[in-house]
Structures are given as C-alpha cells and as structure tokens.
C-alpha cells in the first residue's frame, strides 16, 4: 500500500500514486456512503469509471449498488496453457485467419443462435434476462470490443497460453442499466444522500428489486464465464487447425465485475469489485497487460486490507478519445513490430488499446506485491481484438 486518505468518513487506501483526480473524488464519494464497511481499497491499476473508479472495491452493509458491479457484468479473464513449447509467426498468423471465421469480434455477432445447451440454465424465470435471452444466444463466444481480447502467449515456464478477456456483452449490459434506473428511482422516492450525478444508486438488500438484481447478475456472470469458455474452444481449435492435436490444462477464471457476499473483518458483507480481482490465500488469477507488454499468471496473498483484491490489469493512463489525439501510430506500431508481436494497431481509431494508452505493468506489479505473487509471466506473441 502506499497511501491512506484519512479526511472522508472512512479511509481510502491506494496502492498507486498516480491516481487522477476524477477517481480520487469519486473514491471520496465511496468513502463516505453510509453503507460503506471499514474502508474503500483502490488498486494500482484504477483510474476513472462510472460512479465509482475502475480498479476498486466496496464493501457494503445493508444494500447492493449496481453501478458498483457496472455495465458489463461478469466481464473477466480466462487463461489455459497448453502443452505447446512454441508456435512459428507463420502459424499464428494461420490462426487468427482461423479464428477470425470462428469468433465474431467487435460489433459482430453469430448470424445463427448457438447450441442452447452452451446457456446457463434458469433464464425463464428472469425478467431482464428473459427479454435479452435471444441476442444472448447469438453473442455467446463473440468477443466484443473496447480492452476486450484474445491473447497467444509464450510463458515462463516453457509453455504456450492462452488468455481471454471478455464478458455479458448485451445481456449484462441490459440487465444493468435496468437496475440501476430502478435503483435511482427508488432513491428518489425515498430522497436518499445519493444523487443521480454520483451514479452510486443502491437497492437496499431487504427489497425484492435487491434480490431480483442479484439472482440476474448472478445468472450474467455464468454467461459471461459461458460466453469466454466458448471462445476458448474455438480458439484451441484454431489453433489445432495449424498445428496439429495437443493438450490443455483447466482453465483458470476469474470475473472482476461482480458483487457477492464474503467475510471479511469478521462480518458478512457485499464486495462489489469493479475492476478488480479476487485474490484469496493461494487463489490463481491473472493480470493482463497490454498488447505488447507481459501478463501474469498470479496466486492471491489474501491481504485483507484489500477485501483480498488485487488489480485486473495495467490500467488506463490515457482515455480512449484522448489516446487517440496523442498517440503517434506509426511509434506505436513500431513498439510492437520490434517486440515480434502480431497485434492489431492499424489506424489511428486503434490508438486506445495501443501500449502507451496504459499504464507501466512493471510499476502496476511492483505496487501490489503484498497482494499476489507472480507465478507465470507470459509474454504476447499474437493478439484478437475488437
């Protein structure tokens, strides 16, 4: 940890010490919440969200915040290595061309719904869910865009991964704008503390609004889970295509957007991470870089100054819009070209997921090293992005 801000309600704890002011006030509206348990941790990877900065935990007493899970519930990251040594550029190439047939990316979806058996099961008895379950069946084993990725990557222990970063795509989505316009409407009624220009509306945990938001945030997460496991197949598949038959370990999974209940401090409550990873005693997870810098297999320390958390990634240094205005393409794909990595910076729009947009992984890791340990680094050779 390198920073406690005692002047809020509560203390906010930061394990970084670059973070922008717009994340430093929003973290003080966290602090400050009346249902807010001990303290509000922010890791070294955040920086400004919606409501509350991305790369940080709340703990809560008494209420579910929905803008505190996000839009893109369950969003997370597979990892799987394989019992490959190496793959020739010649053949990476061979397997995006492959993999770009078999997993639609960006906007694009399956022209035809997917086996339902690939669902979660339970769909019919969720309202939002329900009214999204169609399109969910055509987006499952789609990547989306944004920071969304599929990543072949060289470990350190010999071995090729894979790693994937996706989520709920338009069923989450759907499911948490619902929610969160209802939370805002009960606020309202009720002339709650939280204005609507805080985006921090709650449901209180004892209402059925609050049970109906968790049973359907609970049923986007194993979407989101079932929509990367896909992916994965699809991917090893590819791949197999090009080289030949191999073998895979289990896939390792971790989400970052979600609520759920856990102990903590000797007490019951909700941690909501938005941009965070759970990192109990021994737990493996996975913080990705950029295309073009290292990702890491990890082992959680269980620290519990941060709800047992640790980062989901690098970070943003620079927003989307602005990444794009500053950043010199022709720089940014040098930077790549000379690391050997297949990436996918192409034109100047690309410029928001190009390696200088982040923040240094190097620093990120070092900042956390009481929250996990490194157990593989893995180092990009090709990459899929939306």
């Not at 348990?37 to 919606?50: A, C, E, L, R, V």
């Not at 055509?138 to 894979?162: A, C, M």
């Not at 191999?246 to 909700?270: M, P, R, T």
């Amino acid at each position: 940890m390198k920073k406690v801000v005692s002047t809020e309600k509560k203390p906010i704890k930061l394990w970084l010490t670059d973070l922008e002011d717009g994340a430093l006030a929003q973290a003080k509206n966290l602090a400050n919440l009346p249902f807010t348990f001990k303290h509000i941790p922010i890791m070294p990877d955040s920086h400004q969200g919606y409501g509350m900065p991305i790369g940080s935990i709340l703990a809560t007493k008494g209420v579910i915040v929905p803008n505190a899970v996000g839009v893109d519930i369950g969003c997370g990251m597979c990892a799987m290595r394989t019992s490959l040594k190496n793959v020739s550029k010649e053949d990476l190439r061979k397997t995006l061309a492959i993999a770009r047939t078999l997993i639609p990316l960006g906007f694009n979806w399956h022209d035809e719904p997917q086996d339902e058996a690939l669902m979660p099961k339970g769909h019919e008895d969720l309202q939002i869910v329900s009214r999204a379950y169609v399109k969910g069946t055509k987006q499952i084993g789609t990547l989306g865009g944004g920071n969304h990725f599929i990543e072949i990557q060289q470990g350190s222990d010999g071995y090729i991964w894979i790693m994937i970063h996706s989520g709920s795509r338009a069923l989450g989505y759907t499911v948490a704008k619902h929610y969160n316009h209802v939370a805002i409407k009960l606020n309202e009624r009720y002339h709650s503390m939280i204005t609507k220009k805080m985006e921090l509306a709650f449901l209180p945990i004892e209402t059925q609004e609050a049970k109906d938001y968790i049973t359907e945030m609970n049923y986007c997460i194993e979407y989101a889970l079932a929509n990367r496991k896909l992916m994965m197949t699809r991917m090893t598949k590819a791949l197999m295509e090009v080289v030949g038959t191999f073998n895979c370990d289990e896939i390792i999974n971790k989400s970052h957007n979600f609520a759920a209940w856990e102990n903590h401090y000797g007490e019951n409550v909700l941690v909501h991470r938005k941009g965070a990873t759970r990192a109990y005693k021994d737990e493996l997870g996975m913080i990705p870089g950029s295309q073009g810098t290292s990702s890491y297999i990890v082992k959680g320390l269980g620290n519990p100054e941060s709800f047992m958390s640790c980062s989901h990634g690098a970070g943003r240094k620079m927003g989307r819009k602005q990444a794009q205005r500053e950043l010199n393409l022709e720089h940014e794909i040098e930077l790549l070209n000379q690391k050997g990595v297949i990436h996918a910076i192409r034109h100047a729009s690309d410029l928001d997921e190009a390696t200088g947009a982040y923040k240094d992984i190097d620093i990120v890791m070092e900042n956390q090293k009481d929250l996990a340990e490194i157990v593989v680094e893995l180092t990009p050779l090709a990459v899929l992005k939306g």
